[in-house]
């Protein structure tokens, strides 16, 4: 497995690829690697030559107050992983390099940056977009792999990757969860064991509403209400946003028609957690593992 940290060499690495006729696969991340990342490296298997993951805490997406710093980080835990499953280029840029003090451009998909999390978070798609156009441009990949855990930001992937005409195929895979159907996220870390166990309250949540929208509940106010009553029933868990919408423009939707998208953030504590399920008779969501209503 190469390992690559000079922006020059990654370059250079790539036009050497490109030349020889090479298809890289890209799963980008920031570090503290779960089975999540790993099983969309097992996604790139058949759509590319080689497999590549990119280990960068992206400054530009976190905004004032929140957990750049502590961002929980084990590069050599991530290599090891990444190493055991196939992996065969690792990218490992420094900030410095991939932001000298007068870098000045970014990227900004308008209107699907605006709700949701960036509502609360802005600046933060601008970032995620700036990072994700770097990297697809340093690595020279053809295809790349995100997950649909984080929903708002796969869908402002997709319009950049659209609208700006870039020759990468993207694939999203699907939320991997934990045995009691919590979402995996580096983020869970942070949790204490009490607040793990009040966790699990979000995925039971998404799986009541599921079950709505399969049973033909058309009001999305009503599965709200409904979804808000499982979460917060000791006022412990802090929902930041609970929403339904549009799967593919992200605008609000008060009826289930065929399908709808719900997505939430919530702080258990300190720590903030997203998550989302499509609901709806023509959605063809399973139900989550694990949980019961």
């Not at 990654?10 to 980008?28: C, D, I, N, T, Y």
């Not at 700036?130 to 708002?152: E, I």
Request: charged letters at 25%; a negative charge; glycine letters at 8%.
């Amino acid at each position: 497995m190469k390992i690559i940290r000079s922006l020059r060499e990654m370059s250079s690495h790539a036009l050497k690829l490109r030349r020889e006729g090479v298809r890289v696969g890209l799963v980008p991340t920031m570090g503290c690697l779960h089975e999540g990342h790993l099983s969309l490296l097992r996604l790139l298997d058949g759509r590319c030559d080689r497999k590549a993951a990119s280990i960068f805490v992206n400054p530009i997406q976190f905004g004032e107050g929140e957990d750049l710093d502590k961002y929980p980080r084990d590069e050599a835990h991530d290599l090891e992983l990444l190493a055991e499953n196939g992996c065969n280029l690792v990218f490992i840029p420094d900030v410095q390099e991939m932001y000298p003090e007068d870098f000045q451009t970014y990227i900004e998909v308008e209107k699907l940056s605006k709700p949701l999390c960036g509502q609360f978070r802005p600046g933060h798609f601008r970032g995620v977009a700036t990072v994700v156009n770097r990297l697809f441009n340093l690595t020279g990949c053809s295809v790349a792999a995100f997950g649909l855990k984080d929903y708002q930001q796969a869908r402002v992937v997709e319009r950049m990757v659209e609208d700006l005409n870039l020759p990468v195929e993207l694939v999203f895979g699907e939320t991997v969860r934990e045995s009691d159907g919590l979402a995996m996220s580096s983020r869970n870390a942070y949790l204490s064991a009490e607040e793990r166990e009040l966790a699990v309250r979000i995925p039971t949540a998404l799986e009541w509403a599921r079950r709505q929208g399969e049973n033909g509940v058309d009001d999305c106010g009503l599965i709200r209400d409904g979804m808000l009553t499982i979460l917060n029933p000791l006022l412990k868990i802090k929902v930041q946003y609970l929403s339904a919408v549009d799967p593919m423009t992200l605008e609000p939707r008060s009826e289930v028609g065929g399908s709808v998208q719900i997505l939430l953030a919530a702080f258990i504590g300190r720590t903030r957690l997203i998550d989302n399920i499509r609901i709806g008779p023509g959605s063809g969501t399973k139900p989550i593992k694990g949980v019961s209503v």
